[in-house]
């Protein structure tokens, strides 16, 4: 059974960088076609895709919040980290990490499944 | 990278038929085969629905359909039940390798 489970901390303040922290089980970020996608929710508001790595390393960032984005993995750790620099009360919101979908064929797609449950992130002096 | 457009609100009533429309643009829902659908309760992450335009995982009921016609997919949820009352959003894959989210059409069952 895949899990992801976010990590990190619930209040940032204005201007610093938020560290999260996604642990996986039930598969390895070792594995070719593996991948983990970060997602985020405004209050209110529409999910809003942030970054994706792959298992080769291969990275994908948001356009438009690709300079403050930075993410990695530590693969011994079943981890996955995001960082994001300058934050602001615009940052605020719930930061979801998610299992690049695939196929019991062993296909992997271009979707995300399962999420995790989220976490909570408030950015504000 | 812009947001898809969906719209903000649908309803129908039990047992009816309802169609959430998400427009993009030849760069990622008319260009792409991997557009899908989640679906998302109060307070809970998104649920895979619909992947791949038209398929759905196991699990998921067959009210649940999906489609797609030029730059515009779509989600069917047929005989409407209270519980599929929930956010829905949908998702593309774009020519440029990355993902774009739509923003999100809140269903109500009446």
């Known amino acids: 059974q895949i899990t992801l489970k976010e990590s990190g901390p619930t209040l940032v303040k204005p201007t610093e960088t938020l560290t999260l922290k996604c642990t996986v089980s039930g598969f390895s970020m070792s594995t070719t076609g593996v991948g983990v996608g970060w997602i985020r929710q405004p209050p209110g508001k529409a999910l809003e895709w942030l970054a994706f790595i792959y298992w080769d390393e291969d990275k994908r960032y948001n356009p438009s919040l690709k300079t403050r984005l930075y993410v990695t993995k530590d693969t011994s750790k079943n981890q996955v980290v995001l960082r994001m620099t300058n934050v602001d009360p615009a940052d605020t919101g719930t930061y979801f990490c998610?299992?690049?979908?695939?196929?019991?064929?062993?296909?992997?797609?271009?979707?995300?499944?399962?999420w995790g449950q989220g976490i909570l992130v408030t950015v504000s002096s | 990278q812009s947001a898809l457009t969906q719209p903000p609100s649908a309803s129908g009533s039990p047992g009816q038929s309802v169609t959430i429309s998400c427009t993009g643009t030849?760069?990622?829902?008319?260009?792409?085969?991997?557009v899908s659908w989640y679906q998302q309760h109060p307070g809970k992450a998104p649920k895979l629905i619909i992947y791949?335009?038209?398929k759905r995982p196991s699990g998921v009921p067959d009210r649940f359909s999906g489609s797609k016609s030029g730059n515009t997919a779509s989600l069917t949820v047929s005989g409407l039940q209270a519980e599929d009352e929930a956010d829905y959003y949908c998702?593309?894959?774009?020519?440029?390798?990355?993902?774009?989210f739509g923003g999100g059409t809140k269903l109500t069952v009446l």
């Open positions: 998702c593309a894959f774009e020519v440029s390798n990355n993902f774009v």
């Open positions: 998610a299992h690049r979908g695939w196929e019991n064929s062993g296909w992997f797609g271009n979707w995300f499944d399962p």
């Open positions: 791949e335009v038209t």
């Open positions: 030849s760069n990622d829902v008319g260009g792409s085969s991997s």
